[in-house]
């Protein structure tokens, strides 16, 4: 199998951590950010992650890609997401990538070796989210705002049952948290520290605390 990915991109994140939890081998294929060609030849559109299964099955939602992979090997075992953390992420999200999308543009990610796809990704997202100069001057106040939801979700995630297997919560949540971990200055209450530290290991997606702007 072979999958296309961003290695900044949470949606991508979501797909490559399923390989990693069922321990399923894959190539992981980065595209350049302004390659267009190939996810349009392969599904009509410039998204990823794309997964082209050893069959030639051509699957092009993150979702969809993580429960092909954890039905492949027979009954399905992810369960379905606490609401709780889905509401979370919801009120959240936009703070979370208002910080690191600019961040993730001046890091050395595959996806940007070439210039242009830098440039190119620069210009897309500033379309949306506004200069991001202006965001990164913004970045004392929204990493404040955002240390005060971490302690929220850390109360969140300590209320849920306690359970031995991954569920579609670790799948949703782990890319969020990897997108801020590229954050310096972020706060993380000890029992959501140890919680993505964990899934990072089990699912073999390492998170950006090394790398941190």
């Not at 801020?180 to 964990?198: F, H, N, T, Y």
Request: proline content about 6%.
């Amino acid at each position: 199998m072979k999958l296309y990915v961003y290695d900044h991109c949470p949606f991508c994140v979501r797909a490559r951590m399923i390989f990693g939890l069922k321990n399923i081998p894959c190539e992981i294929v980065f595209l350049a950010n302004d390659d267009e060609t190939t996810p349009q030849t392969l599904i009509g559109k410039k998204m990823l992650p794309i997964l082209v299964t050893d069959e030639g099955e051509i699957i092009g939602e993150s979702l969809d890609i993580v429960r092909y992979i954890d039905a492949i090997t027979g009954k399905p075992t992810l369960s379905d997401p606490a609401s709780t953390v889905e509401a979370w992420i919801e009120e959240v999200s936009r703070l979370i990538y208002q910080l690191a999308i600019p961040r993730w543009s001046y890091s050395d990610y595959p996806e940007f070796k070439n210039e242009s796809a830098r440039t190119y990704f620069t210009q897309k997202k500033e379309n949306v989210f506004g200069s991001f100069s202006t965001l990164m001057k913004e970045s004392p106040a929204l990493i404040k705002a955002v240390n005060i939801k971490l302690i929220d979700l850390d109360q969140i995630l300590a209320a849920l049952p306690t359970t031995e297997r991954y569920s579609l919560t670790d799948i949703l949540l782990y890319p969020v948290l990897r997108s801020l971990s590229i954050v310096k200055g972020v706060e993380w209450p000890v029992g959501l520290d140890a919680w993505r530290k964990r899934v990072a290991t089990d699912c073999r997606v390492p998170l950006n605390d090394a790398i941190a702007i």
